[in-house]
């Protein structure tokens, strides 16, 4: 009869590591897309710098000519 209650919280603990684990998979796809995601919106940043920049530089020929 003392066995049932330390099995219980046996039972109970590697049920919470196995949520924890589950857990700490999902926080980890999570951060994998967010760095997937912020390296697409810096290139499109830069692209877009680039593009604001070629655009003025024309803008300014235009005018001079």
């Given at each position: 009869m003392s066995q049932e209650p330390t099995?219980?919280?046996d039972d109970?603990?590697?049920a919470i590591i196995r949520r924890v684990k589950v857990l700490a998979a999902e926080r980890d796809e999570f951060e994998r897309e967010n760095g997937e995601l912020r390296s697409r919106l810096e290139t499109q940043e830069r692209?877009?710098?680039r593009l604001r920049t070629v655009l003025d530089e024309t803008a300014?020929?235009?005018r001079q000519g």
């Open positions: 099995r219980l919280l109970r603990i590697a692209e877009h710098a300014r020929e235009l």
